[in-house]
């Protein structure tokens, strides 16, 4: 791939995910205020669900936009973005954690700057990487291990063939 189409991947890349992210953030707000206000749950019930709610959201938009040509299959790309997310969740909280106990920044701004500014540029950061490394993996099979190379010609089987199954009919 040229450089200027490997750009063009990476920024299509990077915009899907940030998408399909701002897609998780605006369904783990508003059903976190739903949940909250009328449903009348509590606050860790309600930010439980809104999360799992959230994470749902931001995977289907990531296996159905920016990674859908590696077409996930089953429970585990959801569990390993799930923990991924809760990675992301736990960097955030002790952004905030170390901000407002560690060093004494107390007030709202501050926890504010911590928790939903440092801590959520942190946290996407690993998010991005943790998604792309870890559950939509596109990496390319080593050419050892292509069972059907032939090691002097590199080509397949079906390549030097032309798929014809060798018979007595020519």
Not at 4 to 32: I, M, Q, W
Not at 59 to 70: M, W
Not at 119 to 145: N, Q, Y
């Amino acid at each position: 791939m040229t450089g200027r189409r490997a750009g063009a991947g990476h920024r299509r890349e990077l915009l899907g995910f940030a998408a399909a992210g701002l897609l998780a953030y605006a369904a783990d707000l508003g059903l976190f205020t739903l949940l909250r206000g009328p449903a009348g749950l509590g606050p860790l019930t309600a930010k439980a669900l809104s999360f799992v709610a959230g994470c749902t959201v931001a995977y289907a938009g990531n296996a159905l936009g920016a990674y859908r040509h590696t077409r996930p299959r089953g429970l585990r790309p959801y569990a390993v973005f799930f923990a991924v997310n809760a990675a992301g969740a736990a960097v955030q909280l002790l952004c905030l954690a170390v901000g407002h106990y560690g060093l004494g920044f107390t007030s709202q701004r501050a926890d504010t700057v911590s928790g939903a500014g440092i801590g959520m540029a942190l946290a996407t950061l690993l998010r991005f990487w943790g998604t792309r490394t870890l559950v939509f993996r596109t990496t390319e099979p080593d050419r050892d291990d292509r069972s059907d190379r032939d090691d002097r010609s590199g080509r397949s089987w079906s390549e030097r063939t032309g798929g014809r199954v060798g018979s007595w009919t020519g």
